[in-house]
């Protein structure tokens, strides 16, 4: 009759016995000589390695895609329409603005302004633009700068009417 454990015609190794006195080694050999490797990995069951695995991956995937849309990758430029750029509307009244409504005028300082602001108070209300050439600082260069934002005395006195 043959043995249960093994097959007929073959004879078992003999298993190797450890005693105290054998040397096992470096952890290594030790590893090697035992049958199975470690039921866990840094205090982890198979199942939480498994779950840590998973959750790593998932969380790579959604910071490349993160990193992606961030930097414009996949997207395309939408076009908007919009409104023509529109000028100012910024005109003031020659003979009553005051010296910080002058300075808002690119190209006059709080200087210039009070010296306007002087003038006028001096000599009376300007009759025309051109009347702004009185006042020291201002030359012909710096009046044509300036026209666009000044109005008249004219227009100020007589409203716009429509006309029917």
Request: proline residues 7%; glycine residues 8%.
């Amino acid at each position: 009759m043959a043995s249960d454990t093994a097959p007929e015609g073959h004879t078992a190794a003999p298993e190797p016995i450890l005693s105290a006195d054998t040397k096992l080694g470096s952890p290594l050999e030790q590893l090697a000589q035992t049958e199975s490797a470690p039921a866990s990995w840094l205090w982890m069951t198979k199942y939480d390695q498994l779950f840590v695995g998973v959750f790593a991956a998932v969380f790579l995937a959604l910071s490349g895609y993160h990193w992606a849309t961030l930097g414009g990758w996949g997207m395309r430029p939408i076009e908007l329409e919009r409104l023509p750029a529109r000028q100012y509307d910024f005109r003031i009244d020659i003979n009553s603005a005051s010296w910080v409504e002058w300075t808002q005028i690119e190209g006059i300082g709080e200087v210039t302004a009070q010296k306007i602001i002087d003038d006028r108070q001096a000599n009376g209300p300007f009759r025309s633009v051109k009347d702004l050439l009185r006042v020291k600082g201002i030359g012909p260069k710096t009046l044509e700068k300036m026209r666009p934002f000044l109005r008249e005395p004219s227009e100020s006195a007589v409203p716009a009417k429509r006309k029917s």
